[in-house]
């Protein structure tokens, strides 16, 4: 791994408090940033940014060697001499992240920051500031919260604005952040992670399947203090220890406060054992974190079916696993007959775990063709929400057992309405509504920059012709004038057509005299279909009538951007497909728009 093809500088935020969680925050964010940096290789780019009110260059953007200047031990320095200061100004310190990675590795084709934080942004420039420009050179932003004074929500949207990975330092948050980097960085399989305690003088004993597919494996073990040693048990009954790494060529051994870790390259296939021992610990014994990845040829596939939510939407988990020494050149060749599960964390650390299966009835495609999946619908709440996916079987070249572990997070956020721009303003001179609609536009007209309705005609559907929406989409429209008796001052949603109805529609209806919506289906030959319950509302000039069609099949109705009410019309065909979308006033002759 001798290609200069990383790049990594971390914004460590200097704490002045102390945080319940493993004593002082400092020192936890040193040994987090001190762990990821032992784990680096020879060919990556390390340097240190320290953030407070201000920020500074700790260590500046350095190659680690593979021999010769010691740049692993140098940063690991910079991180130990940091102190204290006050304030929390996390856009300085990515800023500057940001000017190392441009400056000193401007070529390199992949380059991140690992942001460490403890508090909540009060200096300026804010991380919403500086994150437009760090997108725009394309730099991934990982997030790591320390303690519970973190700024969670915020660490979370600037991982998820940069593709980056979020963790809140709970349990084994640490871990779970780095490994998720390792992966993605390294191409690496997480195999197994385990959490647990070692008492006083005591062992507690972990084993890991190892198959032929494994070139080489890291073995660690981290803990919030005491001293704990680790050592490895092979196959064969050997032991694995310090000293018998520092004569192994094909093993590496590190260690520091509160971590220790051993590199061996080429393992033995079959059972390893991972010893913990409570070396000194106090009488309750240590709490600590086991986890193991591997550079091997499985190509482990893990993925969610959007990039963004709102609480209450299902989230669709996919996962697969494939052999690429042995890559069909007609079709990808899966690994059949895994078990799969999932465990979910949510926001406020509530626990779910279900299965993915391959059986076409949980939405994986075909039956039995290696692909897995499930739906988790339990997304009420706000948040972050991590998946931790443990996959086990039988590898396709050597059929020998393995396990396999993949960790990703997504954001849930509150549904906000309207979330997509205005269309048209209708801010425009008198005359012919314009060629971005199409349908019966000699229905209506623009007057006073309003949208006129000039027909009471019942063929006046108007759609917004130059685009069709996803299959999650919204309209809204501001009554300027509404039309007291009309019966139908409508919104269309997932129109088939952008010209007529009659392929297929969504019709949200505003009836004014009977002070009430409805949601309508069209299609044949089931004809219009009325689905749920009428919603009571009025609306009135200045009210804003919105809805979204969503591809699970729900209506939201709106109504000032609150809520109505929502309506299910799974049993409309298209339910789950995108459309065009309009407007349909009947009978509102004078009734205007804008």
């Given amino acids: 791994y001798g290609d200069p093809r990383d790049l990594h500088s971390f914004p460590t935020r200097r704490s002045s408090d102390l945080g319940s969680m493993y004593g002082n925050k400092l020192s936890m964010a040193k040994q987090s940033a001190k762990m990821f940096v032992d784990l680096m290789r020879p060919g ?3 340097g240190v940014v320290a953030f407070g009110s201000s920020a500074s260059v700790v260590y500046p953007l350095q190659e680690i060697l593979a021999t010769g200047t010691d740049i692993k031990g140098n940063a690991k320095n910079a991180i130990d001499a940091l102190t204290a200061s006050g304030g929390t100004s996390m856009g300085a310190g990515l800023q500057l992240g940001q000017s190392q990675l441009n400056t000193n590795g401007q070529s390199d084709p992949i380059r991140l920051m690992l942001l460490l934080s403890d508090g909540v942004e009060n200096g300026s420039p804010t991380a919403d500031q500086v994150l437009p420009g760090i997108i725009t050179d394309k730099i991934t932003v990982h997030t790591l919260a320390l303690g519970i004074d973190a700024d969670k929500e915020k660490l979370e949207n600037i991982a998820i604005q940069t593709g980056g990975v979020y963790r809140y330092n709970l349990a084994d948050g640490m871990t779970d952040i780095f490994y998720a980097i390792y992966s993605k960085v390294y191409g690496e399989s997480v195999v197994k992670r385990v959490s647990g305690t070692v008492l006083p003088n005591g062992t507690v004993e972990q084993n890991v399947m190892v198959d032929s597919t494994i070139g080489s494996m890291n073995f660690s073990i981290n803990w919030p203090g005491s001293d704990l040693d680790l050592t490895l048990v092979r196959p064969d009954g050997s032991i694995v220890d310090p000293t018998v790494a520092e004569n192994d060529p094909d093993i590496a051994f590190v260690s520091d ?7 061996v390259y080429a393992p033995q296939p079959g059972i390893w054992t991972m010893r913990i021992f409570g070396k000194s610990t106090d009488s309750s014994g240590e709490d600590f974190i086991a986890s193991v990845s591997a550079m091997d040829s499985m190509i482990v596939s893990v993925d969610v079916d959007k990039t963004d939510y709102f609480a209450g939407d299902p989230i669709k ?8 020494s042995l890559i069909d050149p007609l079709g990808t060749d899966y690994i059949h007959n ?3 599960q999932a465990t979910v964390v949510d926001s406020i650390a509530n626990t779910f775990a279900f299965g993915l299966y391959d059986d076409g009835f949980h939405g994986d495609g075909n039956p039995d063709d290696g692909v897995y999946a499930n739906i988790f619908d339990n997304t009420h709440l706000e948040g972050s929400y991590n998946f931790n996916i443990q996959i086990s079987g039988n590898n396709t070249r050597y059929n020998q057992p393995f396990t396999r572990e993949y960790s990703l997070s997504t954001m849930v956020t509150e549904r906000v309405f309207p979330s997509t721009p205005i269309l ?8 012919a509504i314009g060629s971005n609609w199409s349908g019966n536009t000699s229905k209506y007209s623009i007057s006073s920059n309003q949208l006129l309705v000039t027909s009471s005609n019942s063929n006046s559907d108007i759609y917004w012709s130059g685009q069709a929406f996803g299959a999650d989409q919204e309209v809204y429209v501001t009554f300027a004038n509404v039309h007291a008796t009309a019966a139908e001052q409508d919104l269309i949603l997932k129109s088939q057509s952008n010209t007529t109805w009659g392929s297929g529609m969504i019709e949200v209806w505003y009836d004014a005299p009977g002070q009430r919506v409805q949601v309508w289906t069209w299609e044949w030959p089931a004809g219009w279909v009325q689905h749920g319950a009428d919603i009571p509302v009025t609306f009135v000039n200045g009210d804003t009538f919105g809805a979204r069609a969503l591809a699970n099949g729900n209506v939201e109705v709106y109504k000032n951007g609150e809520l109505l009410g929502t309506r299910d019309v799974t049993s409309w065909s298209y339910y789950a497909q995108g459309g065009y979308i309009g407007l349909w006033f009947v009978g509102a002759n004078g009734g205007s728009a804008g």
Wanted: aromatic share 14%; no cysteine; charged share 30%.
């Fill in 44 to 46: 990556d780019k390390v």
């Fill in 257 to 263: 406060l509160t971590y220790e870790f051993y590199t």
């Fill in 317 to 324: 988990l996919t996962a697969s696993v494939e052999d690429s």
């Fill in 338 to 340: 895994l078990a799969v």
């Fill in 424 to 431: 048209d303003d209708f801010n425009r001179a008198d005359g």
